[in-house]
């Protein structure tokens, strides 16, 4: 229920050696080097020696591997580096760890409950990143030194945004109102440009921290490149925005999420208003949008918002995780019935298999709860990738030809 489920892998990794703001690699330390393994070496400790680049984390955060020196008990120095991730704050680095080796496979503790584990396959590595709660993909391929050292800090398709502040409805202790952080993507031209209103989902329970500012900027170069400008709200108490954080989770009382999904719609009210203040923005041409909880609160804001937007897309939406479907009962299905009986607007729902936090015959019912309402919603159920098919708003590869067509459909995009 967050845009970002990969925090918890980006904040144990406290990186060294960061570069500065102008580079565009993954900085690597000066002495890096292979050193050819001795004579005793068993072939298949040997064979991880040397450098493994081309992957990204689930595809989004790029990652290479070094592995520098292994000795003949499996004992193995590796430089671990990362590239950006701005979505998740995430700043390229690297870091020198230790690991073993034990038959086709490499580990290395990242810390005292989580771990990478990177098995071996002629010229490819296959790793999987595992904690108590986030599992993630990549696969690597071997390459020479020189090529470690220019790898991209960043997956092509990212384009940035600039910070606006948003004005709500509310004041602070002291008297002064409160703002809220946005982030703005816009394309060229004077416009009037389509919108997109993008929301962002919830902390996941804490693995993302309140504070983490969420920047679709995948998603937003998406758009952009149709020529719709994206608007990127951070809801009250997140992010540098102002006020209290009271989308509460953790608990399945209906009274508690409803509260919190109420204070959310007001939250996307502000940023509506401002959009149409704005002379670049064509005020009869704006979508809603959202990942996970952002995805559920799209859609209550077109049903209880009526005439505000022309669309919604849907990317993995849900408040709670299906532990509160209470039997098909719950908050998620009875807030989609709900949304469904109350607007006809054209919607597009997008959800992936393996989803680690509803099943694919949970997603089903909440598509059905919404039809059978009366709401109307082209659903897409994906096949699984990579390993958590909650994060597929990060996998335009997967929905661009999904989006472009609800987009076409609306005489949303410039193409």
């Given at each position: 229920?967050?845009?970002?489920t990969?925090?918890?892998?980006?904040?144990?990794?406290?990186?060294?050696?960061?570069?500065?703001?102008?580079?565009?690699?993954?900085?690597?330390?000066?002495?890096?080097?292979?050193?050819?393994p001795?004579?005793?070496?068993p072939?298949?400790?040997?064979?991880?020696?040397?450098?493994?680049?081309?992957?990204?984390?689930?595809?989004?955060?790029?990652h290479?591997?070094?592995?520098?020196?292994?000795?003949?008990?499996?004992?193995?120095?590796?430089?671990?580096?990362?590239?950006?991730?701005?979505?998740a704050?995430?700043?390229?680095?690297?870091?020198r760890?230790?690991?073993?080796i034990?038959?086709?496979?490499?580990?290395?503790?990242l810390?005292?409950?989580?771990?990478?584990?990177?098995?071996?396959?002629?010229?490819?590595?296959?790793?999987?990143?595992?904690?108590?709660?986030?599992?993630?993909?990549?696969t690597?391929?071997?390459?020479?030194?020189?090529?470690?050292?220019?790898?991209?800090?960043s997956?092509?398709?990212?384009v940035?945004?600039?910070?606006?502040?948003?004005?709500i409805?509310e004041?602070?202790?002291?008297?002064?109102?409160?703002?809220?952080?946005?982030?703005?993507?816009?394309?060229?031209?004077?416009?009037?440009?389509?919108?997109?209103?993008?929301?962002?989902g919830?902390?996941?329970?804490?693995?993302v921290?309140?504070?983490?500012?969420?920047?679709?900027?995948?998603q937003?170069?998406f758009?952009?490149?149709?020529?719709?400008a994206?608007?990127?709200?951070?809801r009250?108490?997140?992010?540098?925005?102002?006020?209290?954080?009271?989308?509460?989770?953790?608990?399945?009382?209906?009274?508690?999420?409803?509260?919190?999904?109420?204070?959310?719609?007001?939250?996307?009210?502000?940023?509506?208003?401002y959009?149409?203040?704005?002379?670049?923005?064509?005020?009869?041409?704006?979508?809603?949008?959202?990942?996970?909880?952002?995805?559920?609160?799209?859609?209550?804001?077109?049903a209880?918002?009526?005439?505000?937007?022309?669309?919604?897309?849907?990317?993995?939406?849900?408040?709670?995780?299906?532990?509160?479907?209470?039997?098909?009962?719950?908050?998620?299905?009875?807030?989609?019935a709900?949304?469904?009986?109350?607007?006809?607007?054209?919607?597009?729902?997008?959800?992936?298999?393996?989803?680690?936090?509803?099943?694919?015959?949970?997603?089903?019912?909440?598509?059905?709860?919404f039809?059978?309402?009366?709401?109307?919603?082209?659903?897409?159920?994906?096949?699984?990738?990579?390993?958590?098919?909650?994060?597929?708003?990060?996998?335009?590869?997967?929905?661009?030809t999904?989006?472009?067509e609800?987009?076409?459909?609306?005489?949303?995009?410039?193409?």
């Amino acid at each position: 229920m967050r845009l970002v489920t990969r925090t918890a892998l980006f904040c144990i990794l406290v990186l060294s050696g960061t570069a500065s703001a102008q580079t565009t690699t993954i900085p690597m330390p000066a002495d890096l080097k292979v050193d050819p393994p001795a004579a005793d070496v068993p072939a298949n400790i040997a064979g991880f020696i040397g450098a493994w680049a081309r992957g990204a984390w689930d595809g989004v955060l790029p990652h290479v591997l070094v592995v520098e020196i292994v000795d003949s008990t499996g004992r193995a120095q590796v430089v671990y580096a990362l590239g950006d991730f701005a979505v998740a704050n995430v700043t390229r680095g690297y870091r020198r760890v230790t690991g073993r080796i034990i038959g086709d496979l490499l580990t290395i503790d990242l810390s005292r409950d989580t771990s990478v584990a990177y098995r071996i396959a002629g010229e490819t590595l296959r790793g999987v990143y595992t904690s108590p709660r986030r599992r993630y993909a990549v696969t690597l391929t071997r390459v020479m030194l020189a090529e470690v050292r220019a790898a991209p800090a960043s997956v092509p398709g990212v384009v940035a945004g600039t910070t606006v502040r948003i004005p709500i409805a509310e004041r602070d202790s002291a008297g002064t109102q409160v703002t809220l952080e946005a982030t703005l993507y816009r394309p060229s031209g004077q416009g009037p440009h389509a919108v997109v209103v993008f929301n962002h989902g919830s902390t996941g329970g804490g693995t993302v921290a309140p504070s983490a500012t969420m920047r679709p900027s995948r998603q937003a170069q998406f758009f952009v490149e149709r020529g719709v400008a994206v608007l990127a709200p951070m809801r009250r108490g997140r992010g540098a925005s102002g006020g209290a954080h009271e989308e509460y989770e953790g608990t399945c009382d209906a009274g508690v999420l409803g509260a919190g999904l109420v204070r959310s719609l007001e939250d996307v009210d502000a940023a509506m208003a401002y959009v149409r203040a704005q002379p670049w923005a064509n005020p009869e041409r704006v979508l809603v949008a959202g990942q996970s909880r952002g995805g559920i609160l799209s859609v209550t804001y077109a049903a209880q918002r009526s005439g505000m937007v022309r669309g919604v897309i849907n990317f993995a939406g849900g408040w709670t995780s299906q532990r509160c479907d209470d039997g098909g009962r719950g908050f998620n299905p009875s807030t989609f019935a709900s949304a469904g009986g109350r607007t006809r607007i054209p919607m597009l729902w997008l959800y992936a298999e393996e989803d680690q936090y509803y099943s694919a015959a949970s997603i089903r019912r909440y598509h059905d709860a919404f039809a059978k309402a009366g709401g109307v919603a082209t659903f897409q159920l994906f096949p699984a990738f990579g390993s958590d098919g909650h994060r597929l708003v990060d996998r335009p590869d997967i929905w661009a030809t999904a989006v472009d067509e609800f987009l076409r459909e609306l005489n949303f995009t410039s193409r």
